[in-house]
């Protein structure tokens, strides 16, 4: 079993920057995967980044603005988000899953945290 807590959200302008952070406990081999979703009101949960063995994979949109990194030492995953525009406002939520290689889409995640907003006033 993983426990997913996530912390860092809240509102900023946009062009600004915010981090999130993920710290995971349990299993390690149930969280060799492990990536960032948003979800904003009205709209399908969709992925943001991901990391696998040191591999990064991201959705177009952010590409360029978004960083997924990890530090095993403290067991958690981080995403720093740059250039935020309005569009990203959205609730964010860690996940951890078992697959082999990047992975974008929710069914490949079998544990989730209880996500953390981020607003992005224009």
């Known amino acids: 079993q993983v426990h997913l807590v996530e912390s860092g959200g809240g509102s900023v302008q946009a062009g600004g920057s915010r981090r999130l952070s993920c710290v995971a406990s349990g299993d390690y081999s149930s969280r060799r995967l492990m990536g960032w979703f948003r979800q904003a009101p009205g709209k399908e949960r969709e992925g943001v980044a991901s990391i696998w063995l040191g591999v990064t994979r991201y959705r177009d949109s952010v590409v360029g603005r978004f960083t997924i990194s990890q530090d095993n030492a403290k067991n958690t995953v981080y995403l720093q988000m740059n250039l935020l525009k309005p569009e990203d406002t959205a609730m964010y939520y860690c996940?951890?899953?078992?697959?082999?290689?990047?992975?974008?889409?929710?069914?490949?995640?079998?544990?989730w945290g209880q996500g953390t907003q981020v607003t992005v006033s224009a």
């Open positions: 996940a951890a899953g078992t697959g082999s290689g990047t992975r974008l889409d929710p069914p490949a995640y079998n544990s």
